[in-house]
């Protein structure tokens, strides 16, 4: 069955800098990657997500850019802040499927 | 705010005890998924439904069970709890469920089995 691995699984970065996330799928018929943040005691936020048929997304600070060819897709923070501070998950969905499948999840920690 | 409401927040119960979850879904969506998040397995899809009829099913024990009713409020059931069922449980819904239309979360239910 479908498996989203996701890396790294902490990220601390300075205010100001840049963060990535990377995850990778397994099943090439997977064709919806979305992108949720998790603060404590709230529910997955999504915040991007892409479809097979497009190579990027951006919306302000986040980006997300997908290798179909090599089954990954990431995401890019840029300009990082405090409050970007959460557990960030990627997901992934095949046309056919009606459920997400989700990487194991990246605790992202910006230092002020 | 992502207008899925899960109700209650918290939940503490018994080993052997039955629990039922509540979920309305976003104004004008059909469809709702329940996910269960534990520390060790992450976030796991349980079940789907759309416009009350069962639609995809997960990793759902047979222990566990829900329905879709005809406001579209969705209750997921949890019986002879165990130990092993303290977890998140949250409620997602789409507009439709057979495209890939994006997922909006709940705040989740967090159960706790003593």
């Known amino acids: 069955g479908e498996n989203v691995e996701q890396h790294p699984s902490t990220l601390s970065v300075q205010e100001g800098d840049s963060a990535v996330i990377k995850c990778t799928y397994s099943?090439?018929?997977?064709?919806?990657f979305p992108w949720y943040k998790q603060e404590l005691g709230k529910g997955p936020q999504l915040i991007i997500d892409?479809?097979?048929?497009?190579g990027e997304k951006k919306d302000q600070r986040i980006a997300v850019t997908l290798n179909k060819t090599a089954k990954h897709f990431s995401l890019h923070i840029t300009e990082t802040q405090p409050e970007d501070s959460a557990v960030y998950f990627c997901a992934a969905k095949m046309d056919s499927s009606y459920k997400l499948i989700f990487g194991s999840g990246t605790r992202l920690l910006v230092r002020p | 705010d992502s207008g899925v409401t899960q109700t209650p927040k918290h939940l503490i119960t018994a080993t052997g005890q039955r629990v039922t979850l509540r979920c309305s879904p976003r104004s004008g969506d059909l469809s709702v998924y329940w996910y269960q998040q534990s520390l060790d397995q992450g976030l796991q899809f349980l079940i789907q439904?759309?416009?009350?009829?069962?639609?995809a099913k997960g990793n759902i024990l047979e222990r566990f069970s829900a329905q879709q009713f005809p406001d579209l409020h969705s209750e997921l059931n949890l019986s002879s709890l165990e130990l092993g069922d303290s977890a998140l449980y949250f409620c997602a819904s789409s507009v439709i469920g057979d495209s890939n239309q994006p997922q909006h979360f709940g705040d989740g239910t967090r159960l706790s089995i003593l």
């Open positions: 099943d090439s018929a997977s064709n919806y």
């Open positions: 892409i479809r097979s048929n497009v």
């Open positions: 439904y759309y416009n009350g009829e069962e639609r």
